[in-house]
């Protein structure tokens, strides 16, 4: 027969704590630093928004993980409010509680757990670059960030995520909007525009861009991908499809440098996945020029590739400390086996992952890449799933096969 467990005196004492939300207020002063975390997911699963509202003023950490404790309540958009409402009085005054650390708001969606690590309290600047720079260039210090992971479709942001964006650009060189990780399906110019000047771009660490068919949103768009000047991972899915096929020579190529110049910027950028990019056909050269920096994944996923894209892919220093090479769905048929070889000669200390499936590769070809493969001595994980592997002689070379 099992019994439950007893409260500890810890538990005891923030159960009568948060009994009397008035004596609590007054005595948040004397309440050591470490309990903070424990009473505020109590207070906040029992809806104590006074008391909230309170330790927020005094919070003694740089960071409060906010997201991890009120996406999990039906009044989520409530709570938010008062809790940023509370700091207005705050930033407009320039004047914090002497206790007061706070830096970061983090409303990411998070595991909840996270809350039993202290180092998720202890991170004061979020993103790398800890001023941003408006358009004037004169370097803004914010007093607060907000940090979300934002999601924009051809319709307006979802309603609580609206809120956030007009509540900080409201606020602007008092607070600044970070954002993890930016999705965009598709684009709204004159919408998504506004946001994007909202965002510190900066700060963007993760960007996907889904569906972006329209020229002249993809035209437009493209300044703004340089800016994220500390962008680590890029996909780009299903980008330029029928609304290339009305342009002239002169007008694609005009949309194509204007993008993929860009990349210059993108120093940070170390995971790029193109995904069905249609109006990059012919021209990845271009952009893989424009990056300086070596990549560590490059995923080249059910793309149609030019014998030009197939050729010069291994020629540029973006490719040549790769740990992961994903060519997934991509035909390379009728293409010659000869720049792979050297690609993976480049490589060859670094390569963790080749991943080969459904490239409908011939005998041919797989009789060529494999003498190499044997030098990759890093190499753990090799996909040929999906093509012809009946004649060649694969002793000595691990493949995992998947699908």
Known sequence: ?????????????????????????????????????????????????????AMVRVW????????????????????????LFELDDLLFQKVFHSRCRLKVLDLRFMPLKIWDKWSVFMTSDWSENPAGVDHSGTEVKPLVKVVIDLVLKSDAVDTIESFVVKWVGRRKGLMSLCCGHLQIWSMSAKYHREVLEILDLDSIQKLSLYDMNNTTCLFSFSPYLGRMRHLRSLLL????????????PVEKQRIITQF???????????????HN???????????????????????????????SDWTHMCEFLCASQLK?????WTILTNFSPEPLRVLLLKTAS?????????CQLMDSQLKAILPVLRNCTQLTRLNFYGNDLFSCDLEGVDITRSG
């Open 350 to 358: 670094t390569l963790i992952t080749l991943d080969l499936e459904d």
């Open 1 to 53: 027969m099992s019994c439950k467990s007893l409260p500890t005196l810890q538990e005891l004492a923030e159960d009568s704590f948060l009994r009397d939300p008035v004596l609590a207020i007054s005595d948040l002063d004397r309440v050591p630093s470490c309990f903070f975390p424990s009473l505020f997911k109590k207070a906040c699963i029992r809806r104590c928004i006074s008391i909230m509202m």
């Open 237 to 248: 899915c299903h980008l330029g499809g029928s609304g290339f096929f009305f342009l002239t």
């Open 324 to 328: 992961h090479l994903i060519l997934k």
């Open 60 to 83: 003694p950490f740089p960071c409060l993980p906010l997201g991890a404790m009120i996406m999990r309540n039906r009044a989520y958009k409530e709570i938010l409010e008062i809790i």
């Open 277 to 307: 990019v249609f109006f990059l056909q012919g021209h990845l050269d271009e952009l893989f020029w424009w990056l300086k920096s070596p990549l560590e994944t490059l995923l080249v996923t059910k793309c149609f590739l030019s014998k």
């Open 260 to 274: 993929t110049s860009q990349f210059v910027n993108l120093t940070h950028l170390r995971s790029l996945h193109l």
